[in-house]
């Protein structure tokens, strides 16, 4: 696309992505035509990245409000309350297409984006988590891709001082042309320094600050709005390209401009650029903006007013500050070694106006671009193989012969493996905050100057959205509420980055409404507001689409920080409950894909009151000091969770001896099956019993099946009338060698 | 005590030596921007981790210019305590303060992970408080900590007792398998002749607190803090 003035055509309409409905829309906003610039700064407002016109409906269907809710969807982060006057800041963000495109690049600037996101709300980010998807590393290119993005967080996370501190990895054909790569960050906030996108106060200053704006990224909010074809990685240019140091540099520059009383509002230049922040900044306060482009800071010469606006080159804040403050927000940021200029003004009329070299270039509603934008009902209809997916023949499927051998297999599959080779390349400490680091159900994060931590994870099993969306939605709010409650910690927020395919198929439409719905229930059942999300949809390469991937970041506060827990088993001696009941759960299971190459079946059968009754069970006996370790059970079942429970204390394994008594369902189900609203817990020999009493009290199933100890694992099954006795037996040398060596082998291949 | 961490732009872990030194140990601990150049009535300086300037060229190469370097070689030129932390160490080989340089970690790839080293000389001011041979667990965080430098340095080095910290194994054991980044000698940190700069590449100040889950690292503060005060009673008795 040539970035010249160019007369409207219908082929530069279309190539803007604008619909011919929508372009009739814009002409009837402005009253006339638009010139090119107005062109380009309506299609990237419209596009589905900025618009959320196929999701903005059915979004609404989620729980936003609560007593802890201080900021909820619509600013850059949501908020919640933590007590001693602060709040924690968060949100999750996707960068998958030009992660794909270019993987290193794509996944800094992700991280970057997320960053700015939470620091403009004046909260200090303290923590980033990933959530990837890549297809089967057997494919170098996946490799290529895997090992790109982990570089490009390291670089951007550790340069920016933010540890990353978790998160999943997970690995499934249905990636391979598609990967996610998703970023949560929190930060931590004074409640009542918190700062907005509000461009209020006519005659208000307006300054911009950080980067130079440059040719990079120019219409990658467009890209993102669309599938992709072997042409995709030719749109290499419209990938950012990052600049962690000068975001550094931004990030101290911006906090300690919010110390001061200079500011009035603040937005990053994300996607859409000096465009969006402009646009929403003005229509938030119901004000105009004028913009002059001639000040703006910039990279080469004779750039257009065009590329200017669409520009999504990284580092960049749109600040208006207080009328005469100028100069002392010029100063901070001189100190900081930062580009910064007064680039336009508040005004009352509504319209924003950009000018360059003394010439109107654009004049639009600021809230036609911010709100008006087209939003739409799309037809939805499950798709023809659902049934297909669903239908699954348990009698024919045979079990494995040998079943420790089936556990080694598992723990040796690349999502359920150790990720130290990732997270080796976080920084995951820097801020000394991290109690509870990579490699248990939880990341915590004491917050300094109070007795509290924090508790984030970030969960999603794609495999039971596709094959229930429903019940896949419910699930991942679940999973990622019991991540927290295993860390001691209650849920008190979360946010979702939703991943689909192309909205405009009416299967994934159907898709996207289900797993939204099954996520508003579950949440609303634990009470837990959804406070800031994000939408990625066109997650679809040649015709294929992504599984369903509504990812979920969720946090919860542990009041007492010394009572944080952890998943590994503590002491020899100690008892092992399982709390919860397993039922033949098949279906949709990490098992089923590995042995049995097998993405089928029902997921896992959840009911919310018995999960609910686990949760508060486990979060009492944790408070009460009763419990050593606790873990939750999910991919590769039962024994891949004991596994877990003996191999991932990063200083000392400790074995197990596991007897499975009374139980009539399948071995493998027993075994592998991902029953929800089950919790493995470790505790005292001699707190065993006052532990079953308390569970039996509270109404959730709860058995002692093993002591923690020894060099080996070993998991017996009693015979029963419909199934016979068997056996895991494997040393912990062993068990780690497969589990924790199994990426890096992975990637070994040549 | 009054203890100076310098900020460079990019400097990240200038926040964690502070709050170790006034929140941990209760001390005072002053930022000084990097801008300055004059650090008098400070009694000791940190130079913290991080990316300096983005360590965009090389680690710690545009760092030695700021102008608050030259105030740091006065200040370590007349006897004052100098304490460099990963990217601060690597400033100081840049400065020339230290001797030798850092090569890209062997697996080319940043690593973040606990490792253990072994206190070989514990008559430093900055290990005063630990016994000779002590085994201490600490964290490292970085891409460029593989040190080099050229025979008749290293033997010099080790010769004057320099090398304050080998990687090792948690039973203290110097082996190939306990060096994290393929450091020559398995160094970790070194001291200057005179024994009043240190350089290391591990944390002390991310394992300086119980509830972080280990306290390794606060020695070498304590040590730094034991060595002034003995130093000011000595002045007060002269």
């Given at each position: ?29 402005l ?57 924690a ?19 800094a ?46 670089s ?52 911009y ?12 909010a ?28 931004l990030l ?44 703006v800071?910039r ?22 500050a ?8 010029l ?172 909205p ?133 079942g ?41 919790i ?71 | ?76 030129s ?54 000779s ?54 160094i ?9 700069v ?41």
């Amino acid at each position: 696309m040539k970035q010249s003035a160019q007369p409207i055509s219908k082929d530069l309409i279309a190539q803007h992505g604008l619909s011919d409905d929508e372009y009739k829309k814009v002409v009837e906003i402005l009253g006339r035509e638009p010139n090119f610039t107005e062109l380009g700064i309506f299609s990237v407002m419209w596009s589905e990245h900025c618009s959320y016109k196929s999701s903005r409906v059915h979004l609404k269907k989620l729980p936003t409000t609560g007593p802890r809710v201080v900021q909820g969807p619509g600013e850059n982060a949501g908020a919640v309350d933590i007590g001693d006057g602060l709040c924690a800041v968060f949100k999750m963000e996707s960068h998958n297409h030009p992660s794909f495109i270019e993987p290193y690049q794509g996944a800094a600037t992700g991280v970057g984006g997320i960053l700015r996101d939470i620091f403009t709300m004046g909260a200090r980010p303290i923590a980033l988590l990933d959530s990837l998807r890549f297809g089967l590393l057997d494919h170098p290119k996946n490799r290529h891709l895997l090992k790109g993005v982990v570089a490009g967080i390291s670089s951007y996370g550790n340069c920016m001082g933010v540890p990353t501190v978790g998160g999943e990895v997970v690995f499934n054909e249905i990636y391979a042309n598609n990967p996610l790569v998703n970023v949560f960050c929190l930060g931590i906030a004074k409640k009542d320094r918190l700062f907005k996108g509000t461009a209020a106060g006519v005659g208000n200053p307006v300054l911009y600050v950080g980067s130079k704006t440059g040719r990079d990224g120019i219409h990658g909010a467009t890209m993102a709005s669309d599938s992709f074809d072997e042409a995709s990685e030719s749109k290499r240019p419209t990938v950012q390209v990052g600049d962690p140091f000068t975001e550094k540099l931004l990030l101290e520059a911006c906090l300690e401009l919010m110390e001061t009383d200079l500011l009035v509002g603040i937005q990053d230049m994300g996607a859409a650029g000096l465009t969006s922040s402009s646009c929403e900044m003005a229509s938030r306060a119901g004000n105009g903006l004028e913009l002059d482009l001639t000040h703006v800071p910039r990279r080469e010469p004779d750039m257009t007013p065009y590329e200017l606006m669409l520009s999504e080159s990284q580092e960049r804040m749109l600040m208006v500050a207080k009328q005469g403050k100028e100069e002392d927000v010029l100063r901070i940021c001189r100190k900081w070694d930062l580009d910064a200029a007064v680039v336009g003004r508040v005004t009352g009329d509504g319209i924003l106006r950009v000018k360059d070299q003394g010439k109107v270039v654009a004049e639009i509603p600021a809230k036609s671009l911010a709100e008006d934008g087209p939003k739409y009902e799309r037809p939805n209809t499950p798709p023809p193989y659902q049934e297909y997916l669903q239908a699954l023949n348990l009698d024919a499927l045979k079990e494995p012969k040998d079943y420790t051998a089936t556990l080694l297999e598992l723990l040796d599959a690349p999502t359920i493996a150790s990720k130290r080779w990732v997270y080796q390349q976080y920084d995951h400490m820097v801020r000394t905050n991290s109690m509870v680091r990579p490699g248990s159900d939880a990341a915590v994060l004491r917050i300094k100057g109070t007795n509290k931590a924090v508790a984030i994870t970030a969960d999603c099993n794609g495999r039971y959205c596709v094959l229930h969306p429903y019940m896949g939605g419910m699930i991942a709010v679940a999973e990622a509420a019991r991540n927290l409650i295993c860390s001691g910690a209650e849920p008190i927020g979360l946010t979702d980055c939703l991943n689909f395919g192309n909205p405009e198929r009416p299967e994934v439409m159907w898709q996207f409404i289900l797993s939204v719905e099954g996520i508003a229930d579950a949440c609303q059942a634990f009470n837990v507001p959804v406070v800031s999300g994000n939408v990625s949809f066109y997650n679809e390469t040649n015709g294929l689409n992504i599984y369903p991937t509504p990812i979920l970041g969720m946090v919860g506060l542990i009041e007492e920080a010394e009572k944080a827990m952890t998943q590994w088993f503590k002491q020899a001696g100690d008892a092992i409950i399982l709390l919860g009941a397993t039922r033949e759960d098949v279906g949709g299971t990490e098992y089923l894909r590995v042995v049995h190459h097998r993405e089928q079946g029902e997921p896992p059968y959840l009911n919310l009151d018995t999960e609910k009754m686990l949760h508060a069970c486990t979060l009492k006996l944790i408070r009460k000091g009763l419990v050593q370790s606790a873990h939750d059970c999910s991919d590769g079942g039962l024994a891949v969770a004991l596994a877990e429970c003996c191999m991932s204390d990063p200083a000392q394994p400790l074995g197990a001896v596991v007897r499975l008594t009374g139980y009539t369902i399948r071995r493998d189900a027993l075994l592998f099956g991902e029953s929800q609203s089950r919790i493995v817990l470790s505790v005292k020999a001699d707190s065993a019993d006052n532990v079953l009493r308390i569970a039996q009290d509270m109404g959730v199933p709860a058995a002692k099946i093993g002591t923690v100890g020894g060099e080996r694992l070993v998991i017996d099954i009693e015979a029963s009338k419909q199934a016979s006795a068997c056996r895991v037996d494997a040393d912990l040398k062993t068990l780690l060698d497969k589990w924790g060596n199994s990426l890096e082998r992975a990637l070994s291949q040549a | 005590m009054n203890i100076g961490v310098i900020v460079f732009p990019g400097s990240n872990c200038d926040h964690d030596c502070i709050h170790v030194i006034s929140s941990v140990l209760g001390q005072k601990a002053t930022p000084v921007w990097h801008k300055e150049t004059s650090l008098t009535g400070l009694d000791a300086i940190i130079l913290p981790g991080g990316f300096s300037y983005g360590d965009y060229l090389r680690t710690g190469a545009i760092a030695r210019f700021s102008p608050v370097m030259n105030a740091v070689k006065t200040f370590a030129s007349e006897g004052g305590m100098v304490l460099g932390i990963c990217n601060g160490f690597q400033i100081l080989l840049e400065a020339g303060l230290l001797p030798g340089a850092m090569l890209r970690n062997k697996s080319l790839s940043f690593i973040c992970k606990y490792v253990h080293v072994k206190v070989e000389n514990a008559a430093t001011p900055f290990t005063g408080l630990c016994e000779s041979g002590q085994v201490l667990k600490i964290p490292i965080a970085h891409a460029d900590g593989n040190y080099y430098t050229d025979p008749v340095t290293l033997a010099a080095l080790q010769a004057n007792a320099q090398i304050v910290f080998h990687y090792c194994t948690p039973e203290g054991k110097v082996t190939p398998e306990a060096n994290p980044n393929g450091s020559l000698d398995n160094i970790a940190g070194i001291r200057n002749a005179e024994g009043n700069v240190l350089g290391l590449m591990p944390h002390p100040e991310r394992c300086a607190e119980d509830i972080l889950g280990n306290h390794d690292g606060q020695v070498i503060f304590l040590s730094m803090l034991d060595a002034l005060k003995k130093a000011k009673l000595k002045a007060v008795v002269a």
